[in-house]
């Protein structure tokens, strides 16, 4: 049993994390500032579950609290650190730039030196697909080179694999980094494509399809990400022995770091999930085709050969399986029957 820090708690990966984290016997605090990105509602829905919960305490606080954030690592005195808290979305970053700054960047920074100054045996973080930016070359893999991020936002989560680096470096911090490949499930994020696709298919609305239905995403169902999470908190990093400065790995270091992908290895065309949707809802969507939007990339694919090497374990769940799951949960949330 560990004492361990969930931030974003009452967010979509960071409840299901906190979930498992609890079924298992860890006490977790929940940490979360229930913005208004998406409709909070849903934020207090999943918190309530998790308060319902032994072994489960909260704390509404800002990243950016900085005094606040120091009080809180001095008194828990956490073992691990599962950092999920972060303003997300690609689109949204080509608006409002400084929330990611001062999210993701600031707020990563108060964390790394909470877990530095308290003993934290472990900080495990999300990091994101997005990091691949204008690589072409596929599957992605951790080993590759990724310096030419595509947005403000992909720009903000390879700087936080950066800053964990100097931190794993300079003061011994193991750090595990996460780049989470299109996540889908129940009690998921309103901005996602499946769920805008199933409100809109639902309400008899239009669905705005991107690139002309021709994007690949992997994507990753929520179990999945929860299970790679875990694995990953639990599997401390350590210093590669056989990192060589003269041809540096990215994934690994000299350092107690290491970067992982979790992404289900098995890319999807954007077409088969409306197609896949449309079957599980029984319904026709009315298709909006447009181009790509700024700031996305055409497709996505993890390789996740070091992850399974490290931890045993790979995403697998079929889109199928994941989408009715979601569309179950959807007409159970909202109350809407068939």
């Known amino acids: 049993m560990a004492k361990i820090l969930v931030t974003g708690a009452a967010g979509f990966i960071g409840s299901h994390t906190s979930t498992r984290l609890l079924a298992r016997g860890d006490e977790v605090v929940g940490l979360d500032n229930i913005n208004d990105y998406y409709d909070p509602t849903l934020k ?8 319902a919960q032994p072994g489960f305490r ?3 606080m800002e990243l950016g609290d900085r005094s606040g954030l120091e009080t809180l690592f001095r008194d828990e005195r956490f073992d691990k650190v599962i950092h999920l808290a972060a303003q997300a979305g690609v689109r949204y970053s080509l608006t409002n730039p400084h929330t990611y700054i001062d999210s993701n960047l600031v707020g990563f920074l108060h964390i790394l030196e909470g877990c530095r100054h308290h003993g934290v045996q472990h900080l495990t973080y999300a990091s994101s697909s997005s990091v691949y930016g204008a690589n072409t070359a596929m599957p992605f893999s951790v080993h590759q080179n990724v310096d030419h991020p595509v947005s403000l936002y992909a720009a903000t989560k390879k700087a936080n694999e950066l800053m964990a680096h100097t931190y794993s470096h300079l003061y011994g911090l193991p750090t595990t980094g996460l780049r989470f490949f299109t996540v889908y499930g129940p009690w998921g994020r309103p901005d996602m494509a499946l769920f805008l696709f199933t409100k809109a ?10 690139n002309h239905g021709k994007m690949r995403r992997d994507f990753t169902y929520i179990d999945d990400i929860v299970e790679g999470v875990i694995r990953t908190s639990d599997h401390t990093a350590q210093p590669n022995p056989a990192w060589n400065s003269d041809d540096p790995d990215p ?5 107690p770091y290491r970067i992982y ?3 289900n290895n098995n890319p999807v065309e954007l077409m088969h999930l409306i197609e896949t949707l449309e079957k599980a809802l029984g319904r026709t969507a009315e298709k909006r085709m447009l181009p790509l939007q700024m700031g996305d990339v055409p497709a996505t694919y993890a ?5 399974v090497q490290d931890v045993g374990f790979a995403p697998q769940t079929p889109i199928e399986t994941g989408v009715q ?12 029957g068939d």
């Open 325 to 336: 799951r979601f569309v179950d949960w959807y007409r159970t949330y909202f109350n809407i």
């Open 261 to 263: 992908n979790i992404g």
């Open 201 to 210: 298919i639902l309400e008899g609305k239009p669905i705005d399809v991107f």
């Open 303 to 307: 390789d996740v050969e070091a992850l």
């Open 44 to 51: 207090e829905a999943r918190l309530a579950r998790l308060q």
């Open 58 to 60: 909260f704390v509404r």
């Open 251 to 255: 994934a690994t270091s000299k350092a």
